[in-house]
T-cell receptor, first 115, second 115 residues
Framework: DTGVSQNPRHKITKRGQNVTFRCDPISEHNRLYWYRQTLGQGPEFLTYFQNEAQLEKSRLLSDRFSAERPKGSFSTLEIQRTEQGDSAMYLC?????????????FGPGTRLTVT | SQKIEQNSEALNIQEGKTATLTCNYTNYSPAYLQWYRQDPGRGPVFLLLIRENEKEKRKERLKVTFDTTLKQSLFHITASQPADSATYLCALGGRVTGGGNKLTFGTGTQLKVEL
């Protein structure tokens, strides 16, 4: 098991362009989370999936953001019409919803820079 | 609204001493609290979880306390080493809308252990 992986690791895009990030969770984990982190802040929750169902989205999440987890395995996060304020580290995490196990395993993140 | 506060200033200590980090929260009744370590450019790494009915938890050189009356957690690293230098994040979970164990993070405290 290689842990949670994210691609790309870095993305530079021009304002107004669309970007898509991919997350591959730990294989047996059924929950997958997306967070966003800006410099000097802790990760901020965006959305989460249990298997293929998206069960919660942050109220702060713009409708330019959409996430999918089509077969309950990998997930994609798309940002349409990017804005400079979208520049951040986008973190994916996975966990196993079983018993009292609540720890989340994070990937290395995708750093987005919008110019 | 929910608020989680961690020492905003960096904590510098000498090798071998005990580092104590603080996490205070308001407008929240978490079912559990977690501590994560984050190195620059990397995703957070889970360290410890403590539940609302637990007062203290230990793991090797780490100790966490949880006081739900004071709404505070203390995180201790004993016999600190330069390799412990990192940012430490406090995260609260449980009893939020939608469940799913999403985490609400503090801003983190940067710890530097000097020789």
């Amino acid at each position: 098991d290689t842990g949670v992986s994210q691609n790309p690791r870095h993305k530079i895009t021009k304002r107004g362009q669309n970007v898509t990030f991919r997350c591959d969770p730990i294989s047996e984990h059924n929950r997958l989370y997306w967070y966003r982190q800006t410099l000097g802040q802790g990760p901020e929750f965006l959305t989460y999936f249990q298997n293929e169902a998206q069960l919660e989205k942050s109220r702060l999440l713009s409708d330019r953001f959409s996430a999918e987890r089509p077969k309950g395995s990998f997930s994609t996060l798309e940002i349409q019409r990017t804005e400079q304020g979208d520049s951040a580290m986008y973190l994916c995490a996975s966990s196993l919803a079983q018993g009292l196990s609540y720890e989340q395993y994070f990937g290395p993140g995708t750093r987005l820079t919008v110019t | 609204s929910q608020k989680i506060e961690q020492n905003s200033e960096a904590l510098n200590i000498q090798e071998g001493k005990t580092a104590t980090l603080t996490c205070n929260y308001t407008n929240y009744s978490p079912a559990y609290l977690q501590w994560y370590r984050q190195d620059p450019g990397r995703g957070p790494v889970f360290l410890l979880l403590i539940r609302e009915n637990e007062k203290e938890k230990r793991k090797e050189r780490l100790k966490v306390t949880f006081d739900t009356t004071l709404k505070q957690s203390l995180f201790h690293i004993t016999a600190s080493q330069p390799a412990d230098s990192a940012t430490y994040l406090c995260a609260l979970g449980g009893r939020v809308t939608g469940g799913g164990n999403k985490l609400t993070f503090g801003t983190g405290t940067q710890l530097k252990v000097e020789l």
